[in-house]
């Protein structure tokens, strides 16, 4: 993710971390290109007048617009649903460390250097093992190393086989909080305040998997893609006549703004890539740690992740 100011003056124009504009540079280019040729030639191809009116261009020009802004509006609404999701994992890991730390009945508070012996600090260092293990997930990458000293040697062997490790992390959980139950270390009623925390952060993943596995319609985006681009390459034809020597200038004005929306809602439809405009989920699990360690009393708290040349993963 992007955190930086906004840019006023000449540097809003001339800004690159964070835009569109490498991505659809090479696009552009060719469009222009086109554009200055065909106003060098006048619309002649082969010594054949290509005659072409704005009317087409207008007709096309508007609705492609609209769809353009309603798949961009489908693919925000699917990043913005993916914050609130983890912004909701956030709320519940901190809720099941207050809930592990004050409602299982243990002669002293939990503490880090009681290690995975105590069932509490072996649920709260599971809880945010249980996040990177969302993140790797949704990333498509291999359980992080960095979760391995949260967890027991045989459960991260087990979590390295696991075709869905945050549901065998779950499962953990329920086993240990049975365990709560049974050695009379929790009253039952007050266990299903702890479940259902862990009810909601296991619906929190399986939304993010939701997101990730259900992309908008792949027709859809083809069709919004061809028709930009067959619009954009055509329409230097439709200007020369009117405008003269100022086509490229219009042409690369308005394939900025089609080829801009078009990748814009690529790169945004999927929110939990590493891509600089995704969701910087490396620092929403840090932010994570360090709360369920100093909830712990971890002296050594690990230090938040910023923003590195203005993005933040």
Known sequence: MILRERPSGIKLFLALRGSIVPRILPALIVNV????????????????KITLTTIPFTLIGLP??????????????????????????????????????????YPAPATIADGLADTRVRMVLRAIAFNFAVRDLLRQQAPARATQDLLAPAEWAALQGAPNPPAYLMQQMGMDLQLCMKEGRIDPCLAVAIDTTLTALTGAAASCERIKNTPLPFSYVLLL?????????????????????????????????????????????????????????????????????AALGDPDLPPPLLPINYRLT
């Open 33 to 48: 290109a086109i554009a200055t040729l065909v106003t060098w030639s006048h619309g002649d191809l082969f010594h054949l």
């Open 64 to 105: 492609l617009a609209i769809f353009l802004g309603f798949r961009n509006n489908a693919a925000y609404d699917r990043f913005w649903e993916g914050r609130k999701l983890w912004g909701e994992q956030v709320l519940r890991s901190r809720s099941l460390a207050r809930q592990c730390c004050s409602l299982i009945d």
């Open 225 to 293: 893609h061809r028709t930009s681009y067959l619009y954009c390459f055509l329409l230097p034809f439709g200007l020369v006549d009117s405008i003269g020597f100022m086509t490229p200038f219009v042409v690369a004005i308005v394939a900025y703004t089609f080829f801009g929306l078009d990748v814009l809602g690529d790169e945004i439809e999927e929110p939990f890539g590493t891509e600089a405009n995704d969701l910087p989920l490396d620092a929403i699990c840090r932010a994570i740690e360090i709360d369920l360690r």
